[in-house]
């Protein structure tokens, strides 16, 4: 079981720069594929970038290729999201989520509970 706390979502004007959290408990975080997923309103819940486990590979959706950064620490249990050039499209509540072997079975199993974050034109 994995409990997944994520912090650091706001408010940011258009052109601006957030850092997403993702405190994770439990044991075997470093075994855990990481997600980091977001949902605006009206629309589906998307996949914006993941990282495998041992932090070797990583994704991106193409909307947010080349402004968003994942990363993780297995030492300190934390996945982080770098959000740059913030755009009001980025709006949206955002999820941290984990799982083994996540990225290739395209199913992510333990979920945070979400931090909006708003970005004003």
């Known amino acids: 079981q994995v409990l997944l706390v994520e912090s650091g979502g706001g408010l940011v004007q258009a052109g601006g720069s957030l850092r997403l959290s993702c405190a994770a408990s439990g044991r075997s975080f470093s075994n855990y594929d990481m997600g980091w997923f977001r949902q605006a309103p009206g629309k589906e819940r998307e996949l914006v970038a993941s990282i495998r486990y041992s932090g070797s590979s990583t994704y991106y959706a193409d909307s947010v290729k080349g402004r968003f950064t994942i990363s993780r620490d297995n030492a300190k249990n934390t996945m982080n999201l770098q959000m740059n050039s913030l755009k009001p499209e980025d709006t949206a509540v955002y999820y941290c989520?984990?799982?083994?072997?996540?990225?290739?079975?395209?199913?992510?199993?333990?979920w945070g509970q979400g931090t909006q974050v708003t970005v004003s034109s």
């Open positions: 989520a984990a799982g083994w072997n996540s990225v290739l079975r395209r199913q992510f199993d333990y």
